[in-house]
């Protein structure tokens, strides 16, 4: 499901929802694992029931998979795996992307 969309580095993926979902179920310490911070939050394009799929909200950013809710009430799709902050569910553009700190350019 992860790679079938679409070239994601030209065109945005999706607009102010996700592509695809599955219920989920957590366990254990979950919301002390990063990407978790949100999981109990619902808002916007789905439901903390849910990991979402190729998620987008507004014009800022999106997600290959956002775990738990999104939206404006929970601080947008940036929390899950593959996030993009490219002012649209892309990636791409003149930031370093996946550069650790250590590695990226001086300001």
């Given at each position: 499901?992860?790679?079938?969309?679409?070239?994601?580095k030209?065109a945005?993926?999706?607009?102010?929802?996700?592509?695809?979902?599955?219920?989920?179920?957590y366990?254990?310490?979950?919301?002390?694992?990063?990407?978790?911070?949100?999981?109990?939050?619902?808002?916007?394009?789905?439901?903390?029931?849910?990991?979402?799929?190729?998620?987008?909200?507004?014009?800022?950013?999106?997600a290959?998979?956002?775990?738990g809710?999104?939206?404006s009430?929970?601080?947008?799709?940036?929390?899950?795996?593959?996030?993009?902050?490219?002012?649209?569910?892309?990636?791409?553009?003149?930031?370093?992307y996946?550069?650790?700190p250590?590695?990226?350019?001086?300001?």
């Amino acid at each position: 499901m992860t790679i079938a969309y679409q070239n994601t580095k030209v065109a945005v993926w999706v607009n102010d929802q996700c592509r695809g979902s599955c219920p989920i179920f957590y366990g254990g310490q979950y919301e002390t694992t990063a990407g978790f911070e949100k999981c109990s939050c619902s808002s916007g394009i789905q439901s903390s029931n849910y990991t979402g799929f190729w998620c987008d909200w507004d014009d800022g950013d999106g997600a290959v998979m956002i775990i738990g809710g999104g939206g404006s009430g929970c601080a947008r799709p940036d929390h899950g795996i593959g996030i993009t902050e490219a002012n649209a569910a892309k990636f791409g553009g003149s930031l370093p992307y996946c550069t650790p700190p250590e590695l990226a350019p001086e300001k």
